[in-house]
């Protein structure tokens, strides 16, 4: 089991930077895979990055040397950097986690656990 708490969205102007945080515990954090997907209104919800029990990462094409995906394992806590923020970021933004060997970190439907979400709006 592992249990996520997002932190750290807000209003933002195009062109800004906010860094979002979730905050893990269970026993199996540090063998997760942990993602952030997001969801606009009226949209799928879609993978935007991801990083691996070891380390490894992973990014949409769209955030794709914007964002930053990080995590400090002491703390059991992941970071997004999100810079050069545009108006179609605008979305909320779910912590998730998956079993390490269990799927795709690309594939929104291979995550096990959520975080309860955290709203990222970018205006122009």
């Known amino acids: 089991q592992v249990q996520l708490v997002e932190s750290g969205g807000g209003l933002v102007q195009a062109g800004g930077s906010l860094r979002l945080s979730c905050a893990a515990s269970g026993r199996t954090f540090s063998r997760s895979n942990i993602g952030w997907l997001r969801q606009a209104p009226v949209k799928a919800r879609e993978f935007v990055a991801a990083i691996s029990s070891f380390g490894n990462t992973y990014y949409a094409d769209s955030v794709k040397g914007r964002f930053t995906i990080s995590r400090d394992s002491r703390k059991d806590t992941v970071y997004l950097q999100m810079s050069s923020l545009k108006p179609e970021d605008t979305a909320v933004y779910y912590c998730?986690?998956?079993?390490?060997?269990?799927?795709?970190?690309?594939?929104?439907?291979?995550?096990?656990?959520w975080g309860q979400g955290t709203q990222v709006t970018v205006s122009s």
């Open positions: 998730a986690a998956q079993g390490p060997g269990v799927g795709n970190v690309r594939t929104v439907s291979d995550y096990n656990y």
